[in-house]
């Protein structure tokens, strides 16, 4: 039940873009993204609904292909704050639980 | 506004002892949930509930109960700990409108010996 997460890991140097991906074996109603810091609870970045909508604030977006039941979360020109592990959550069509993935570990470095 | 309130932060139990992880949320939402984190897991679902008197099982549900008598609290009972339930437990709640995000508390850290 839980989605797919990829990579696993990446590291960036400051400014440069990365791609984390999400996908499910289930037909999805939604997609959440959110970031952990160490020792703290994941924080909510944005919900994605089906539709095939496209959602981004400043220089984080998301989208999701509700068909493939793919989201991706993009980061362009990442800061040093960007590090951390990001989770997807996806709620399918027949129900309300909302379950994780592994997480993607994101390393910004100076 | 308290936001998702869990207690305690940290306990540490003995196999075989049963203690109740505490969970409220002052935001009146419907859908509350438990999710036990370890390393290179993720977070993974135990029990949510969408209202009072409503619960069902997540992906992890084994050992593990729960009970939502009222719209605020939503507490997890370790029934007979065991050393493979040694984890981060996080409480998580939210509007089940389909577009609310997931408010967490900052967790409880259960070790088991």
């Known amino acids: 039940q839980q989605p797919v997460q990829s990579p696993q890991a990446v590291i960036l140097r400051e400014g440069e873009d990365a791609v984390i991906n999400c996908s499910s074996s289930?037909?999805?109603?939604?997609v959440h993204w959110y970031r952990q810091k160490h020792g703290e609870a994941p924080v909510f970045l944005m919900i994605?609904?089906?539709?095939?909508e496209q959602k981004g604030h400043e220089k984080i977006s998301a989208s999701f292909n509700e068909k493939k039941q793919q989201s991706s979360l993009y980061l362009t020109a990442s800061q040093l704050s960007y590090s951390g592990t990001y989770f997807c959550?996806?709620?399918?069509?027949?129900?309300?639980?909302?379950?994780f993935g592994k997480g993607t570990s994101l390393l910004v470095t100076p | 506004n308290a936001g998702v309130t869990q207690t305690p932060k940290f306990q540490v139990l003995k196999t075989g002892q049963s203690m109740t992880l505490q969970c409220a949320q002052d935001?009146?939402?419907?859908?509350m949930s438990w999710y036990r984190q370890d390393p290179g897991m993720g977070l993974r679902l135990i029990h949510y509930?969408?209202?009072?008197?409503?619960?069902d099982q997540g992906e992890v549900p084994n050992g593990y109960n729960v009970s939502r008598s009222t719209t605020e609290d939503f507490p997890l009972r370790l029934l007979s700990a065991a050393p493979s339930q040694t984890s981060v437990y996080f409480c998580?709640?939210?509007?089940?409108?389909?577009?609310?995000?997931?408010?967490f508390g900052n967790g409880t850290r259960l070790t088991v010996t």
């Open positions: 509930s969408v209202g009072a008197g409503i619960t």
């Open positions: 998580a709640s939210s509007y089940v409108d389909g577009n609310s995000p997931l408010h």
């Open positions: 959550g996806t709620q399918s069509n027949s129900g309300y639980a909302l379950n």
């Open positions: 935001m009146n939402h419907e859908y």
């Open positions: 994605l609904l089906k539709g095939g």
């Open positions: 289930k037909a999805l109603y939604s």
